[in-house]
C-alpha cells in the first residue's frame, strides 16, 4: 500500500460561479467545514485564526452568493 504524502495546501472557503452545458449560471461555496477545524489543524498554533477566518469569509461570501442568485434567478 503507497501512502499518500501530506498536502501542503488547504482550501479553507472558495466561491465558484459555475456555467454548465445548457448554459445556467450557478453560484456555490466550498471550503472547510468548520466543524472539521480541530482535526484538521489539531496541534496548530494558529487554529483559531484559521476558524475566526473561516467564519467571517463564509459569512461575507454566503451572503454575496446568496444576492448572485437572486441576480440570477432574474434573468
Known amino acids: 500500500m503507497v501512502k499518500e504524502p501530506k ?4 482550501n479553507l472557503v472558495g466561491f465558484k460561479i459555475l ?4 448554459g445556467r449560471l450557478t453560484a456555490e ?5 468548520i466543524e472539521y477545524l480541530d482535526k484538521a ?10 476558524g475566526a477566518l473561516i467564519r467571517l469569509v463564509n459569512n ?16
Open 60 to 75: 461575507r461570501v454566503g451572503e454575496l452568493v446568496e444576492d448572485i442568485e437572486k441576480h440570477l434567478s432574474a434573468i
Open 29 to 33: 461555496m466550498s471550503g472547510l467545514p
Open 7 to 10: 498536502k501542503k495546501e488547504a
Open 19 to 22: 456555467l454548465d452545458k445548457s
Open 41 to 50: 489543524f489539531k496541534n496548530h498554533p494558529n487554529k483559531h485564526v484559521y
